[in-house]
Each structure stands twice: as C-alpha cells, then as structure tokens.
C-alpha cells in the first residue's frame, strides 16, 4: 500500500513492473523512518526535501482505478483480487484500489472527495504522486463493485460537474 493524497492505496499489477517496485520499496523505506524511535541518530526525511522531477523519466502506464464495495462500512478487496489481476495481466495496467473513508466514522461527502483527490492527483501527474507509484498514468478506466460501483459513477458525475 501507499498513500496518494493522504488516502492510501491497494497497488496491484500481474505483470513485472519494476519501476513501481521500486517506488514502493522507496515509500517503505520512508515510512520505516518516520516510525523510528532512535533518538541518538539524525534522521534524513526524504518526503521534506524537494526533488526536480522530469515528467519524461517516467514510463507510462494504463491504471484501473478500482472502487471496492462494502456498503460503505468496509473494504471488500479480497474478493475482487483474482478479477483485479486478471484484469492486469490482460491489459498490461496497474490497478488502484483506494481506501475511502468509512462510515460511521466518515459521513458524506468524503468518501467522494477523497477518491476525487486520488484520481485528480493521477491525472495531473503530481511529483508527489509520479515518486510513489514510479510512473506516469496515461489512461484510465474507473471500475467499482456494488458500493464501489455507486462510488465509481458518483466520480464520474462529479468530473463532469466540475469540468475536470
């Protein structure tokens, strides 16, 4: 997992794509430092410093921005993995499943923004978002199962809304 605008992210791929996995060992690398409790060691935070980032050294990449279903109470991932990776093989494209905020914690609307958010952050190709995942969307296709499903249309509504 990684986190994408604060929200965090189910990263899948089926296919080898090295770029990404390196990207994630980075964010687990980071994350690995800011747990650390060793007071007598200068920690170095690699998140506070500002890298150039050149958009072109970045391959490209199709993404399935998937929203999983729960009625709005939980994450049902583990049952769309197989589908999820299948999906992958056959179009060669990383999926991103975001965990959106859950009720009864959360009310509406932040689930919406939230995943607005993480999809806005993949499409602009933010230095942030272009360092965690290793790559540049080209395309991408929105998918959401029962509760996801409703998600999925909402975010499409909302796009079109605000002329996104």
Do not use: M
Request: glycine fraction near 8%; hydrophobic fraction near 40%.
């Amino acid at each position: 997992r990684i986190k994408i605008c604060g929200v965090s992210c189910f990263i899948l791929s089926k296919n080898p794509c090295p770029v990404l996995a390196t990207a994630i060992k980075r964010y687990r690398r980071q994350q690995q430092r800011k747990l650390s409790r060793l007071s007598t060691i200068l920690e170095y935070d690699e998140s506070s410093s500002q890298r150039a980032v050149n958009i072109n050294d970045y391959p490209k990449k199709d993404v399935i921005f998937h929203l999983t279903g729960g009625g709005f109470f939980a994450h049902t991932i583990a049952g769309d993995v197989p589908y999820l990776l299948d999906w992958s093989s056959a179009t060669e494209a990383v999926v991103i499943c975001p965990e959106y905020a859950l009720l009864p914690e959360h009310t509406f609307p932040i689930a919406i923004e939230e995943i607005t958010r993480v999809y806005t952050a993949l499409v602009t190709g933010s230095s942030t978002t272009l360092l965690g995942l290793g790559f540049r969307v080209d395309r991408i296709i929105v998918t959401g199962e029962s509760t996801g499903g409703n998600l999925a249309a909402s975010l499409c509504v909302k796009l079109c809304i605000d002329g996104l």
